[in-house]
T-cell receptor, first 112, second 118 residues
Framework: EAQVTQNPRYLITVTGKKLTVTCSQN?????MSWYRQDPGLGLRQIYY???????DKGDVPEGYKVSRKEKRNFPLILESPSPNQTSLYFC???????????FGPGTRLTVL | AQKVTQAQTEISVVEKEDVTLDCVYE???????LFWYKQPPSGELVFLIR??????QNEISGRYSWNFQKSTSSFNFTITASQVVDSAVYFC???????????????FGAGTRLFVKA
């Protein structure tokens, strides 16, 4: 089954404790992206990746890191999480940047 | 700069009413793509439609229809004879080919929450 998976689905952590949210797709898609969803703001793009070892900033990259060492995986790293990073995070993938994006189920992160 | 505006924060209708969700966008590119996604209460994001900037034909899919007008930079979405299952948040999104921005960002609107009452 074609899908985008994210782990964990829910995470409660404390300020400053490094965490990684994993994202994996099995569709051989070139393009992957991370978004955060906050009430009243819609989805905002954090980072995107055109292919392996090719990443670029979206609109809200501060406080986040990503890597793309394999085509299927695109982890999101919060080196020192802060409460303002409490949000719902979505990973997405598509064949090309302007194609339909397939979204993962979301990761709800709470930073205390 | 890219921008997507969904001016309607919430809309409430009674079942069987028609409802139109507005989407206005800004872009400097001549080549771009517009999308609508649905987010039901369960939280997943469901693709509804993709339209490129060179195709202004309106589209109808069952009870759903889309009106794309480049002259007004709008891509509105109409649900005919709404049903309770249509209750969701609907997002409009814009992706550019990157000629002017140097990248391939996707911008979402803030979303419109639709309540359909039985």
């Amino acid at each position: 089954e074609a899908q985008v998976t994210q782990n964990p689905r829910y995470l409660i952590t404390v300020t400053g404790k490094k965490l990684t949210v994993t994202c994996s797709q099995n569709m051989n898609h070139e393009y992957m992206s991370w978004y955060r969803q906050d009430p009243g703001l819609g989805l905002r793009q954090i980072y995107y990746s055109m292919n392996v070892e090719a990443t670029d900033k979206g609109d809200v990259p501060e406080g986040y890191k990503v890597s793309r060492k394999e085509k299927r995986n695109f982890p999101l790293i919060l080196e020192s999480p802060s409460p303002n990073q409490t949000s719902l995070y979505f990973c997405a993938s598509s064949i090309y940047p302007t194609d339909t994006q397939y979204f993962g189920p979301g990761t709800r992160l709470t930073v205390l | 700069a890219q921008k997507v505006t969904q001016a309607q924060t919430e809309i409430s209708v009674v079942e069987k009413e028609d409802v139109t969700l507005d989407c206005v966008y800004e872009t400097r590119d001549t080549t771009y793509y517009l999308f609508w996604y649905k987010q039901p209460p369960s939280g997943e994001l469901v693709f509804l439609i993709r339209r490129n900037s060179f195709d202004e034909q309106n589209e109808i899919s069952g009870r759903y229809s889309w009106n794309f007008q480049k002259s007004t930079s709008s891509f509105n979405f109409t649900i005919t004879a709404s049903q309770v299952v249509d209750s969701a948040v609907y997002f409009c999104a814009l992706s550019e080919a990157g000629a002017n921005t140097g990248g391939f960002k996707t911008i979402f609107g803030a979303g419109t929450r639709l309540f359909v009452k039985a």
